[in-house]
């Protein structure tokens, strides 16, 4: 999902039309530490790139004096939250306060453009808790993908995630998931598309009961 005004390029534009409007808002004079500064184009070019105008076809406005040029007020509630994204370092900036930020959320609303904010602002504007859960678990995804927890080869990748012992190994043309020694049923193209598939299953819960149920059987079986 690309969000354009996350883009590096459009952090370093919008800052040099900033710079030379004297760091104020063109129209009611005020600054930052007063207002949220954007940048404001005066008109738009299909399929142009938001930093690739002339600086005089763009002014700096505050957000009121900007929502206000486009005769409209943003809605503060009703967002619903569709994804985020790893800039890898501080070089987005949120669309809501303006703060540097390197995990972008996206949120959409029925009479706004789609935005990509941080992490509190998302939780604000959506009223909820889900970009805030949306980090954590990206974090649980990277820990778990991480190379130094996986041992083996192309022909067998192992790892510990907490009670469950998980193995990758090929299977003809796919690759097969074990956990806990149990075979599962499903093939995949790839050790990583089986990988990514075991972070999901462990981490909604279902793999720890698929455990249980398989040494349940494996119980009855030896009775």
Sequence with gaps: MINLYAHKLWSIFREQIIALDGGLCVDCG???????????????????????????????LCRGCHAREHGEIQPDSGWEYIGEEDLGDLSGNCELCDNGIRYVHYVIHEHWEQMGVGTHCCDNLTGTKEATEGRRRLGRYRRFMSATKWTGDNNCLKTKHGALTVAVIPDQQSFQLIINQ?????????????????????????????AQKKKAENKKLRV
Aim: glycine share 6%.
């Design 182 to 210: 149990a075979p599962g049923r499903k093939r995949f193209a790839s050790m990583l598309d089986a990988q990514n598939f075991a972070f999901t299953f462990i981490d909604s819960g279902e793999a720890a009961q698929f």
């Design 30 to 60: 005020r600054g930052k530490d007063e207002v949220v500064l954007q940048v404001h184009h005066k008109h738009y070019i299909k399929g142009r790139k938001p930093w690739e105008y002339e600086t005089l076809d763009c002014e700096t």
